[in-house]
C-alpha cells in the first residue's frame, strides 16, 4: 500500500509564500491521479489542485494564478508551490492519490482519492 509522505508546512504572514512537498512510496500501479487538498477547522475537506495521470492539472478557483502544482515522477514527487497566501488558506493540507480516475466535481474528488498522507500545517496570519 502506498505511503505518503508531505512537509514544507508552516506559519507565514498574509502574501507570503510557502512550499508543500509529497513523497509517495510504494505505489502499486504505474497510474494514478495525485493531488493536495486541505481542511479547516470546521470545515469540509475540500480539493486544492490535482494532477492527472496525462499530466493534466485542476486547481480550485480559489488558489488559481497563486498556487502551482508540479509533479516529478521519477522521484514519486508531488509540490505545491503556494504564493500571496491569504488568511483565508489556513488549513491542513492533505497529499492524496487514486488509482482509478480523477474527473468530476471538487466534491467527487474527495470522495474518489482512496490514499492519503498525514497532512501539514499551513498557517497564514494577517
Known amino acids: 500500500q502506498v505511503r505518503l509522505v508531505e512537509s514544507g508546512g508552516g506559519s507565514v504572514q498574509s502574501g507570503g509564500s510557502l512550499r508543500l512537498s509529497c513523497v509517495a512510496f510504494g505505489h502499486p500501479y504505474s497510474s494514478y491521479c495525485m493531488g493536495w487538498f486541505r481542511q479547516a477547522p470546521g470545515k469540509q475537506r475540500e480539493g486544492v489542485a490535482v494532477?492527472?495521470?496525462?499530466?493534466?492539472?485542476r486547481y480550485t478557483d480559489s488558489v488559481k494564478g497563486r498556487f502551482t502544482l508540479s509533479q516529478e515522477r521519477a522521484k514519486n514527487t508531488l509540490s505545491l508551490q503556494m504564493d500571496s497566501l491569504k488568511p483565508e488558506d489556513t488549513a491542513r493540507y492533505y497529499c492524496?492519490?487514486?488509482?482509478?480516475?480523477?474527473?468530476?466535481?471538487?466534491?467527487?474528488?474527495?470522495?474518489?482519492?482512496?490514499?492519503w498522507g498525514q497532512g501539514t500545517q499551513v498557517t497564514v496570519s494577517s
Open positions: 494532477i492527472d495521470d496525462d499530466g493534466v492539472i
Open positions: 492524496a492519490v487514486s488509482y482509478d480516475y480523477c474527473s468530476g466535481s471538487w466534491d467527487d474528488l474527495v470522495r474518489i482519492f482512496g490514499y
